[in-house]
C-alpha cells in the first residue's frame, strides 16, 4: 500500500502547478455554474404563475349551486366516478366565473378538459350564458372543452 502511495505522490510532483490550478479552476466554475442554474430555475418557477402539470386524462370540471352562487372545481382526470364531497372540498372549489377563470388559468394551451353534470350527484351545469362564457374563455386560452350532460340522449344510429 505504501508503494502505490508514494506513486501517486510522485505522480502528483510530476503534474505542472498550472494544469492543476486550471483543472481546480474548472471544477470549481462547473460547480458553480450548477448551483446558479439550479437557484435560477428555482426561484423563476416561483416568480411565474403556477401551472398545472399536463394530465394525460385531461382535466374534469364539476358545477354546482350553493346559496345562491355557483361554485366549480377542478380535478386531474381518472376513470372513477368522483363522490360529491370529493369535488366540492374547500380545498379545490372556487366561487363564481372570474373565479374558474383564474383556475382555468393553470391549464396549458390544448390540455382536454371535460364537464360533467350529473355524474356526480348534485352538480349540475349553469345556466347557458354561463356555459357559453366558460366555452368562449376556453377557446381562447386553447383548452378543449367537451360538455357532458348525463342522461342527454344521443343520437341512434341506423341498424
Known amino acids: 500500500m505504501r508503494l502505490s502511495l508514494e506513486r501517486a505522490t ?3 510532483e510530476d503534474v505542472p502547478g498550472s494544469m492543476i ?3 481546480s479552476h474548472i ?6 455554474a ?3 442554474f439550479g437557484c435560477g430555475r428555482a426561484s423563476f418557477a416561483q416568480t411565474r404563475d403556477a401551472k ?3 394530465s394525460m386524462k385531461g382535466y374534469e370540471l364539476y358545477s354546482w349551486k350553493s346559496r345562491g352562487e355557483w361554485q366549480f372545481s377542478l380535478v386531474i382526470g381518472t376513470n372513477r ?3 360529491f364531497s370529493e369535488v366540492s372540498s374547500s380545498k379545490i372549489r372556487v366561487r363564481g366565473v372570474r373565479a374558474l377563470e383564474r383556475m382555468l388559468n393553470q391549464l396549458a394551451k390544448g390540455e382536454d378538459l371535460t364537464w360533467s353534470a350529473g355524474m356526480v350527484p348534485r352538480t349540475v351545469l349553469p ?3 354561463i356555459v357559453d362564457e366558460v366555452k368562449s374563455y376556453c377557446e381562447k386560452r386553447g383548452i378543449v372543452l367537451r360538455v ?3 342522461g342527454a340522449r344521443r343520437p341512434q344510429l341506423p341498424i
Request: net charge positive; glycine share 4%.
Open 52 to 54: 398545472l402539470p399536463h
Open 148 to 150: 357532458n350532460h348525463r
Open 27 to 32: 471544477l470549481a466554475i462547473v460547480v458553480v
Open 34 to 36: 450548477s448551483l446558479l
Open 127 to 129: 345556466p347557458g350564458q
Open 81 to 83: 366516478l368522483k363522490t
Open 10 to 12: 510522485r505522480r502528483c
Open 21 to 23: 490550478k486550471s483543472t
